[in-house]
């Protein structure tokens, strides 16, 4: 069974720095894009970042460039979101997923694998 586990959230002070997990289980990381998602209390999911190992890509939704950096350890079966400079619009739930690699995506109805999240709360 494919299963993705996200860890890494918390409730922190803007300014600070968080660096979010994606354990995966049951498939090839390298076949796949891990992508990762939040979504803030009564807004829309919106994808935030898309990584591909095996393909040496990362891409990023505008909102979050420049802040936002994407990392795998393919023998850990693990992805990494780095988050720098976090403000309040950060807050949101933050989940991972996947889907076996076709090219680089945010449209979250093309990922098949999703986990529970992670609860990441900013602070003034």
């Known amino acids: 069974e494919v299963q993705l586990v996200e860890s890494g959230g918390g409730s922190v002070q803007a300014g600070s720095s968080l660096r979010l997990s994606c354990v995966g289980s049951?498939?090839?990381?390298?076949?796949?894009?891990i992508g990762w998602f939040r979504q803030a209390p009564g807004k829309e999911r919106e994808g935030v970042a898309c990584?591909?190992?095996?393909?040496?890509?990362?891409y990023y939704a505008d909102s979050v460039k420049g802040r936002f950096a994407v990392s795998g350890d393919y023998a850990k079966n693990t992805v990494y979101l780095q988050i720098y400079s976090l403000t309040p619009d950060d807050t949101a739930v933050y989940y991972c997923?996947?889907?076996?690699?076709?090219?680089?995506?945010?449209?979250?109805?093309?990922?098949?694998?999703w986990g529970q999240g992670t609860q990441v709360t900013v602070s003034s």
């Open positions: 997923a996947a889907v076996k690699f076709t090219g680089l995506t945010l449209r979250e109805n093309e990922f098949h694998y």
């Open positions: 049951g498939f090839t990381f390298a076949d796949y894009a």
């Open positions: 990584f591909s190992g095996s393909h040496g890509d990362a």
